[in-house]
């Protein structure tokens, strides 16, 4: 009953409020931050001069995909229909049927010609994949061949579950269900004026997940997702109206108008994909410090407690992946991933081709000093200390601090890892040694 009340009791909305405020300005900075600093503008720029080269091999790839399955025959058209009309505002008609054309010869090119097309493609996918790991921060990528693989099944399993969703969108508007779920929030086009929302939130957050050679957790990717479709929503409206209303560049470039039209829009369409990106990064990273501003505390103590595991695994002979050493150490994987990236970066650790971890520096004589002076602490050794810019009261209390320091972080890593001996065996040896 105690609870009963406690639960129905007014919330301090006040204390709520400020929290909300305080998180949502945290995760504003982390955000503005990356997108600077990953200098997303310039990479919208290199994928759209990509896109540019790989869009008719992307379009013959995905009809051909699709016309080789009877069933999906008939959502060819209703596919370039749905993408011309959803994602490619003001000259979507004039560009749309340019494509089409060019895809229409592109399928009549022989084999090396078809093989060049592919490769165009997956090229595409690969800046695409380098553009989000340097977002998400993975040190590092996929083989060639993985990455070659993933890209293919994208390029052949892409377009199946397209003409999937655009059959099940079928089946769903035309059930009767449907008619009663239009009636019920008020009309039958507010609820289809709802679908390329969650169309776009969905493809975004799977991208966001899918690409990154890194685990992102799907509400992260779902929050990136959805800020990436109102974001792509606005600007489609906001573009339309702006080129249906100012016809500058038909005034100044006449029939040809629709190529840098479309060329803006593709630049605008990266950009909304790089900030979704780096908003998912944001949210689960905003509460940790950048490695170039010093890691806090809490970093160091999950590289020791990760090696700790690290070094217990090994005694198999064999490396462990992020979510076991996750696990063991019993920290997010999240945070796991990028405290071995951290130490991968100063040589502690390294990852195999298969993707597990192992330690790569000899911790008989790695020691603890090293590792807390490899995770960048905010905090320097007190040793460090230089006189010229410290006081002398601060410099004495660090000077005695030191001294205790000495001895516990001059040892090596593998002597704190090591299974202490017990009371009986240290009784046994002193037994012995009498």
């Given at each position: 009953?105690?609870?009963?009340?406690?639960?129905?009791?007014?919330?301090?909305?006040?204390?709520?409020?400020?929290?909300?405020?305080?998180?949502?300005?945290?995760?504003?900075?982390?955000?503005?931050?990356?997108?600077?600093?990953?200098?997303?503008?310039?990479?919208?720029?290199?994928?759209?001069?990509?896109?540019l080269l790989a869009l008719v091999p992307l379009m013959t790839v995905t009809f051909s995909v699709l016309a080789a399955f009877p069933v999906f025959q008939t959502v060819s058209a209703d596919l370039q229909n749905f993408v011309f009309e959803n994602f490619v505002p003001a000259a979507g008609e004039v560009v749309s049927e340019h494509l089409q054309d060019f895809a229409q010869k592109a399928s009549g090119l022989t084999a090396a010609g078809i093989v060049f097309l592919v490769l165009t493609a997956v090229m595409l996918m690969a800046n695409i994949d380098s553009a989000l790991n340097a977002i998400f921060k993975v040190a590092r990528k996929r083989r060639p061949l993985a990455s070659f693989l993933v890209?293919?099944?994208?390029?052949?399993?892409?377009?199946?579950?397209?003409?999937?969703?655009?059959?099940?969108?079928?089946?769903?508007?035309?059930?009767?269900?449907?008619?009663?779920?239009?009636?019920?929030?008020?009309?039958?086009?507010?609820?289809?004026?709802?679908?390329p929302y969650l169309a776009e939130m969905l493809a975004f957050a799977l991208l966001y997940m899918a690409v990154p050679n890194r685990p992102v957790r799907w509400r992260h990717a779902l929050g990136g997702g959805l800020l990436a479709a109102v974001l792509f929503e606005t600007a489609k409206r906001s573009f339309a109206w702006y080129v249906t209303s100012f016809p500058t560049y038909e005034a100044i470039y006449g029939a040809l108008a629709a190529v840098p039209?479309?060329?803006?829009?593709?630049?605008?369409?990266?950009?909304?994909?790089?900030?979704?990106?780096?908003?998912?990064?944001?949210?689960?990273?905003?509460?940790?410090?950048?490695?170039?501003?010093?890691?806090?505390?809490?970093?160091?103590?999950?590289?020791?407690r990760l090696l700790q595991a690290?070094?217990?695994?090994?005694?198999?002979?064999?490396?462990?992946?992020?979510?076991?050493?996750?696990?063991?150490?019993?920290?997010?994987?999240?945070?796991?991933?990028d405290t071995l990236e951290s130490l991968m970066r100063h040589k502690v650790v390294t990852q195999e081709d298969g993707g597990d971890w192992v330690v790569t520096r000899d911790l008989h004589r790695y020691t603890l000093r090293d590792l807390y002076q490899d995770c960048e602490p905010t905090v320097p050794w007190p040793q460090d200390v230089s006189a010229a810019t410290s006081s002398q009261a601060y410099l004495a209390a660090i000077g005695q601090v030191g001294g205790c320091l000495e001895e516990a972080f001059g040892r090596a890593l593998a002597s704190y890892f090591e299974p202490l001996p017990s009371p009986q065996m240290k009784q046994k040896n002193g037994v012995a040694e009498a």
């Amino acid at each position: 009953m105690k609870d009963i009340t406690r639960w129905l009791q007014a919330p301090d909305w006040r204390s709520v409020w400020s929290d909300l405020c305080r998180e949502s300005g945290r995760v504003w900075r982390f955000f503005r931050a990356g997108f600077a600093e990953d200098n997303c503008t310039f990479a919208a720029g290199a994928l759209t001069y990509t896109s540019l080269l790989a869009l008719v091999p992307l379009m013959t790839v995905t009809f051909s995909v699709l016309a080789a399955f009877p069933v999906f025959q008939t959502v060819s058209a209703d596919l370039q229909n749905f993408v011309f009309e959803n994602f490619v505002p003001a000259a979507g008609e004039v560009v749309s049927e340019h494509l089409q054309d060019f895809a229409q010869k592109a399928s009549g090119l022989t084999a090396a010609g078809i093989v060049f097309l592919v490769l165009t493609a997956v090229m595409l996918m690969a800046n695409i994949d380098s553009a989000l790991n340097a977002i998400f921060k993975v040190a590092r990528k996929r083989r060639p061949l993985a990455s070659f693989l993933v890209y293919w099944a994208v390029l052949t399993l892409g377009p199946l579950l397209l003409g999937a969703s655009l059959v099940m969108t079928s089946f769903l508007v035309s059930a009767p269900l449907f008619d009663d779920a239009a009636e019920t929030i008020g009309g039958r086009a507010r609820l289809l004026s709802v679908l390329p929302y969650l169309a776009e939130m969905l493809a975004f957050a799977l991208l966001y997940m899918a690409v990154p050679n890194r685990p992102v957790r799907w509400r992260h990717a779902l929050g990136g997702g959805l800020l990436a479709a109102v974001l792509f929503e606005t600007a489609k409206r906001s573009f339309a109206w702006y080129v249906t209303s100012f016809p500058t560049y038909e005034a100044i470039y006449g029939a040809l108008a629709a190529v840098p039209i479309f060329l803006i829009w593709i630049y605008l369409s990266w950009l909304v994909i790089l900030a979704g990106a780096e908003f998912t990064y944001a949210l689960g990273n905003y509460r940790q410090r950048d490695a170039r501003h010093g890691h806090s505390a809490k970093h160091f103590v999950r590289a020791f407690r990760l090696l700790q595991a690290l070094w217990r695994g090994q005694e198999t002979g064999d490396g462990q992946s992020v979510a076991a050493l996750a696990r063991a150490a019993r920290v997010d994987s999240g945070d796991a991933n990028d405290t071995l990236e951290s130490l991968m970066r100063h040589k502690v650790v390294t990852q195999e081709d298969g993707g597990d971890w192992v330690v790569t520096r000899d911790l008989h004589r790695y020691t603890l000093r090293d590792l807390y002076q490899d995770c960048e602490p905010t905090v320097p050794w007190p040793q460090d200390v230089s006189a010229a810019t410290s006081s002398q009261a601060y410099l004495a209390a660090i000077g005695q601090v030191g001294g205790c320091l000495e001895e516990a972080f001059g040892r090596a890593l593998a002597s704190y890892f090591e299974p202490l001996p017990s009371p009986q065996m240290k009784q046994k040896n002193g037994v012995a040694e009498a």
